[in-house]
């Protein structure tokens, strides 16, 4: 059986992939860096394990690779958001953003890619935005953290390819996630009448579009930034 870590996968878009994943046979491994009760109940009903780890601290990585072992397929969903002036945003505040968005993102390829290049063979998913490709008033620390995301995936895909390892990213639009819960009435509304198909996502459509792009169906596709968004992104 095939070995898939998601990050952030308690809830939202990650519990949304975790089962997605699961359904097709993945065992997965639920990752979360404060909902331990929460992951733990969601990998007994998924049939898959759950590990507490800081994405962004790498010594909490490597136990947790160290305690997995290898996986088949990475999706690096965790991540954090920061709502405010650019003028206001701490450097405390933007650190935090690209610790978590980015350089989790880092640390979790770096630990699964040895076992990957020696079997010459996984997949590796990032979850970006449709911020990271246009960009967010208001939202600076969280768009630019989410470009970067663009950018690693685009290159990784250059250099892994050759090693069989394939490397794709997801470009979610506004989906109704726990990240969303700061948004009035008025402010969705406003969303989704920018959206051309007239609704805003659910997590499932993003869990839909992950699970083919890690299944065999696709397996010559890589280095692709593919927006799940309703054509919010337009």
């Not at 405010?84 to 935090?96: K, L, N, Q, V, Y």
């Not at 246009?134 to 050759?162: F, N, V």
Request: glycine fraction near 12%.
């Amino acid at each position: 059986m095939k070995i898939a870590l998601i990050t952030g996968a308690s809830r939202g878009i990650g519990e949304a992939i975790a089962r997605a994943l699961a359904r097709d046979g993945f065992r997965v491994v639920i990752n979360c860096s404060r909902s331990g009760e929460r992951a733990g109940e969601l990998a007994e009903e998924l049939g898959g394990i759950a590990f507490t780890a800081d994405v962004s601290d790498m010594d909490q990585v490597r136990q947790m690779y160290d305690e997995i072992g290898g996986v088949d397929v990475l999706v690096c969903n965790a991540g954090i958001s920061e709502y405010g002036m650019f003028s206001d945003t701490t450097p405390e505040a933007w650190r935090r953003v690209f610790a978590v968005n980015t350089d989790g993102a880092y640390n979790c390829i770096q630990c699964a890619l040895p076992d990957m290049i020696h079997k010459k063979s996984g997949v590796i998913l990032t979850l970006s935005s449709v911020w990271g490709l246009h960009g967010a008033s208001c939202e600076a620390a969280y768009s630019s953290s989410k470009a970067a995301i663009i950018g690693l995936t685009r290159a990784l895909a250059k250099e892994l390819g050759p090693s069989g390892i394939r490397v794709n990213c997801i470009a979610p639009g506004v989906i109704e996630t726990d990240m969303m819960a700061g948004f009035s009435a008025e402010d969705k509304a406003e969303l989704t009448d920018k959206t051309p198909l007239c609704r805003l996502g659910k997590p499932v459509d993003v869990a839909e579009l992950a699970a083919f792009l890690v299944s065999d169906k696709a397996d010559f596709i890589t280095g692709q930034v593919i927006g799940v968004d309703g054509g919010f992104g337009l």
